[in-house]
């Protein structure tokens, strides 16, 4: 009985041993993760990537008007850390499977709820949380391996682009910025009608760059410098002023936001207060 046991143990130590000891290699496929920062919200994509080797890609080794992963391996997961809105539809914050059905002229892009498929093995439609139409484009440069990349970024979006063999197809992610960071210019400095000069030039500055109220834009700035005065809050009290057409103003606070940037040896705001005063004259 103690003999047999004891080759029981021998056996399960070997096969441990073994199983330990697999040669590893590199993967056929890849496995890639990407992350931005598109406006507030943090996009990932999580994704495998293959190579052509000498393969017809679309067409062939991913048949025309049938279900692919876009990569390879598991599903391609997107994650958004905040409600985005793709192809004209709002999308809540989380986890999506990514799947394509293509063709020459048109793809079918699809976000999935389901992102535990091996590839699209057990796909279901029913899973679908949105599909969309993109118009895929022919690339000048071959495209050895599959890509996923942000691209066209703005303050509010980004494009989410596809590229292998010759083939790039793009569709947009959009988020919602502008009610986000009035909800915090809400907490933080109306409600708590806050001093801080950090806060009062974070709320003009937004006010100024989205074109909002001026005139409010321009009290939180004036505030902000009234006991902490800084080369880069000067100059945008400047063109605040400037925008609100005080014109003379502005170049008087132009020309001491230029000084503070002197005194400061910050040459890019020397220029940049100088280019202003040169339009105001």
């Given at each position: 009985m103690k003999q047999k046991i004891a080759f029981t143990l021998t056996f399960l130590l070997c096969s441990i041993i073994s199983f330990a000891q697999q040669i590893q290699m590199p993967q056929?496929?890849?496995?890639?993760?990407?992350?931005?920062?598109?406006?507030?919200?943090?996009?990932?994509?999580?994704?495998?990537?293959?190579?052509?080797?000498?393969?017809?890609?679309?067409?062939?080794?991913?048949?025309?008007?049938?279900?692919?992963?876009?990569?390879?391996?598991?599903?391609?997961?997107?994650?958004?850390?905040?409600d985005?809105?793709?192809?004209?539809k709002t999308i809540p914050a989380g986890q999506y499977a990514l799947y394509a059905i293509p063709s020459k002229s048109e793809w079918t892009m699809i976000l999935c709820k389901n992102t535990e498929l091996w590839g699209a093995i057990g796909y279901d439609q029913a899973d679908d949380i949105l599909r969309f139409s993109a118009k895929?484009?022919?690339?000048?440069?071959?495209?050895?391996?599959?890509?996923?990349?942000?691209?066209?970024?703005?303050?509010?979006?980004?494009?989410?682009?596809?590229?292998?063999?010759?083939?790039?197809?793009?569709?947009?992610?959009?988020?919602?910025?502008?009610?986000?960071?009035?909800?915090?210019?809400?907490?933080?400095?109306?409600?708590?009608?806050?001093?801080?000069?950090?806060?009062?030039?974070?709320?003009?500055?937004?006010y100024y760059t989205n074109k909002k109220d001026m005139t409010q834009a321009y009290k939180w700035i004036s505030e902000s410098v009234k006991d902490d005065p800084k080369y880069w809050t000067m100059h945008l009290k400047a063109k605040i002023e400037a925008s609100i057409g005080e014109k003379t103003t502005a170049v008087e606070t132009a020309q001491e936001a230029k000084k503070l940037a002197q005194e400061a040896g910050n040459p890019d705001y020397v220029a940049l207060n100088e280019r202003l005063i040169k339009t105001l004259k």
């Amino acid at each position: 009985m103690k003999q047999k046991i004891a080759f029981t143990l021998t056996f399960l130590l070997c096969s441990i041993i073994s199983f330990a000891q697999q040669i590893q290699m590199p993967q056929a496929s890849p496995s890639a993760k990407i992350a931005q920062k598109v406006g507030l919200t943090d996009v990932t994509v999580d994704y495998s990537r293959p190579s052509t080797k000498g393969r017809k890609i679309f067409g062939e080794l991913v048949p025309y008007g049938q279900i692919w992963r876009t990569g390879a391996n598991g599903a391609t997961v997107l994650s958004f850390s905040t409600d985005v809105i793709i192809g004209g539809k709002t999308i809540p914050a989380g986890q999506y499977a990514l799947y394509a059905i293509p063709s020459k002229s048109e793809w079918t892009m699809i976000l999935c709820k389901n992102t535990e498929l091996w590839g699209a093995i057990g796909y279901d439609q029913a899973d679908d949380i949105l599909r969309f139409s993109a118009k895929p484009e022919k690339l000048k440069k071959k495209e050895e391996t599959f890509e996923i990349s942000f691209a066209n970024m703005t303050d509010t979006g980004s494009d989410l682009s596809l590229r292998w063999e010759k083939t790039q197809v793009d569709f947009r992610i959009e988020t919602q910025v502008d009610p986000l960071v009035m909800s915090q210019i809400k907490e933080y400095v109306i409600d708590n009608n806050t001093t801080d000069p950090s806060l009062l030039y974070s709320a003009a500055s937004y006010y100024y760059t989205n074109k909002k109220d001026m005139t409010q834009a321009y009290k939180w700035i004036s505030e902000s410098v009234k006991d902490d005065p800084k080369y880069w809050t000067m100059h945008l009290k400047a063109k605040i002023e400037a925008s609100i057409g005080e014109k003379t103003t502005a170049v008087e606070t132009a020309q001491e936001a230029k000084k503070l940037a002197q005194e400061a040896g910050n040459p890019d705001y020397v220029a940049l207060n100088e280019r202003l005063i040169k339009t105001l004259k």
